[in-house]
């Protein structure tokens, strides 16, 4: 079962996309947006990646997700589950293909923390980042039974980055 979308080689437009993905939403927000970041692998210079931009906003109240979510709707966006209590999730697919991932998650929340730290590590430790690149590109071709499988066989080597960090 293939993932989402291809894994490619980095693409220097993705910061764009995420600025201009990023003037879209905002608004969206108001007053309880505190942050929104680029975050995942096209957030990294020169890291290959799907090419899905993911967006974390961070809010100071969960309530208002279901108030946004026409919003969203107009602009593209379509549920998801949502990943965790208090990480709400949307993407947003054109023509078919999935294009960004919205990551919602109430101020304190430890996925901001951690989406955070992983993406700074990997900017600043290139053989981490080649690494990560490599187990990516092996699970791609290996995949048999979707994203969730990626995902899940990604974890260990993001959790041990990220407990070498504590």
Not at 15 to 29: G, K, M, Q, V
Not at 92 to 109: F, N, Q
Request: glycine share 8%; with cysteine; charged share 30%.
């Amino acid at each position: 079962m293939p993932l989402t979308s291809p894994i490619r080689p980095y693409d220097p437009r993705w910061p764009l996309e995420y600025a201009n993905e990023e003037a879209r939403l905002r608004p969206i927000f108001g007053p309880t947006l505190v942050e929104i970041h680029h975050v995942g692998s096209t957030a990294v210079p020169e890291l290959a990646a799907k090419g899905e931009i993911d967006i974390l906003a961070v809010i100071t109240l969960d309530g208002a997700v279901e108030d946004w979510t026409r919003s969203f709707e107009e602009l593209g966006y379509r549920r998801g589950g949502d990943l965790s209590r208090g990480h709400h999730f949307f993407k947003r697919d054109v023509a078919g293909v999935r294009t960004h991932k919205l990551h919602i998650c109430r101020e304190g929340h430890a996925q901001i923390d951690r989406m955070l730290r992983f993406r700074e590590h990997l900017r600043r430790h290139p053989a981490d980042r080649m690494r990560y690149q490599e187990l990516k590109l092996e699970l791609e071709l290996a995949n048999a039974g979707g994203i969730q499988e990626y995902l899940a066989a990604k974890e260990p080597f993001i959790s041990k980055i990220l407990t070498g960090l504590d």
